[in-house]
């Protein structure tokens, strides 16, 4: 999608040799920075630390990680033996979005089909870009079945009026390799000329759609409105929302779908309000293990500043973090929470819309039952 006009992806592969190269994310909305990878350390640094985020994004920033890792081991050593360390370290920075173990898994399984070296290092930059162009090509296709049902929906309302869409954390452009998952439709909307508003939850605490999926809409045209965290049930009481449509980090076969923390009270709002609560992913975003994701879907739990402390820009322009809690009050900082599915209305993937079930997930994609 666009910054100031110039079209970008997430992450990409610079012209130097071994170079990656990320928009680094803790600068939005406030600086607009790429930031140079060099090395796997480098890559599993920025995975952990968040300069990118997102499952989609994050699995394609750990498939350049392990061309990376490729290009360490055609160095010298244990070829195999390097590449699988590097493997488990870059699964080992975040646990809650599957895409991670899904683009290193990928990767290991394409080097395994090479017979020398230099056709391992090949296969790993070969699978590296397919994982990314796969990413993006997957969330346009969401975005053109999201549509369809937008324009279902709007056909249900007066001619003219404002199609409102209510969406948590960041599962835009950003949180991918281009596009995005619950973002598409809403780009798709808009290009197509429907008037859409969006609602966009602030996503305590690290505010992901204040600070990036604000900015996106707003570099992007789509009229929108921030809103703190728990407003969203207020809004469906007064019929100001049409349609919730988030991401996911990890969804089971099942249909129970993991997102950023307060995402499960958006679906029980939306269910008690006949508000359709959707959710957007491509199929790298399926856990095909797991059935029961309340109970088995790993949560990431972060560091405690992350509640205890915000971050934002003063009005001399200068980036402040400041202190929020009484210093001897503890905090728990829980990432992720898990929507069962019985509470999804539908699931937006790159094949087609679903019902959040297992029956119905495997209609579409029966090749992984
Ligand atoms: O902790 P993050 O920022 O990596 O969390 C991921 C998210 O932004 C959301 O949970 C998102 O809705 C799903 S990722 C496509």
Request: hydrophobic share 40%; net charge negative; with cysteine.
């Amino acid at each position: 999608m666009h910054v100031n006009g110039t079209p970008y992806r997430t992450v990409w592969l610079g012209e130097e040799p071994g170079v990656v190269k990320i928009i680094d994310q803790r600068k939005l909305p406030f600086g607009f920075e790429i930031e140079e990878l060099r090395s796997v350390d480098d890559i599993a640094m920025a995975i952990r630390d968040m300069h990118v985020r997102g499952a989609g994004c994050i699995g394609a920033t750990a498939g350049y990680g392990m061309y990376l890792a490729a290009l360490e081991a055609s160095v010298g050593g244990d070829f195999d033996a390097i590449v699988r360390r590097r493997a488990d370290q870059l699964i080992a920075t975040r646990p809650t979005a599957v895409n991670l173990r899904w683009a290193v898994d990928r990767q290991l399984d394409a080097m395994a089909t090479a017979e020398w070296e230099g056709e391992k290092l090949d296969f790993a930059e070969r699978c590296a870009h397919d994982i990314a162009d796969e990413d993006a090509r997957s969330c346009r296709s969401i975005g053109e079945h999201g549509l369809d049902l937008i324009r279902r929906l709007v056909a249900e309302k007066k001619e003219g009026d404002t199609f409102n869409v209510l969406t948590h954390c960041n599962a835009g452009w950003l949180a991918f390799v281009d596009h995005g998952s619950a973002t598409a439709p809403i780009y798709a909307a808009h290009a197509a000329g429907i008037p859409i508003h969006v609602w966009v939850d602030e996503t305590r605490p690290r505010n992901q759609g204040a600070r990036l999926t604000a900015w996106e809409l707003g570099q992007e045209g789509v009229p929108h409105t921030v809103i703190a965290d728990n407003v969203g049930g207020y809004l469906m009481q007064r019929g100001l929302v049409d349609l919730v449509i988030t991401g996911t980090d990890r969804t089971t076969h099942t249909g129970d779908v993991a997102n950023k923390i307060g995402t499960y009270l958006k679906a029980l709002a939306a269910r008690d309000n006949q508000v359709p609560f959707y959710v957007a992913l491509p199929s790298s975003t399926f856990d095909w293990e797991i059935s029961d994701g309340v109970r088995d879907i790993p949560i990431e739990e972060r560091g405690g500043e992350e509640v205890s402390h915000l971050s934002g820009m003063s009005a001399e322009g200068e980036e402040l973090e400041v202190r929020l809690t009484p210093e001897s009050s503890p905090t728990a900082n829980y990432a992720f929470d898990v929507t069962p599915a019985r509470l999804v209305s539908g699931l937006i993937t790159e094949r087609g819309i679903c019902e959040a079930s297992a029956h119905a997930i495997q209609k579409l994609f029966p090749e992984k039952f």
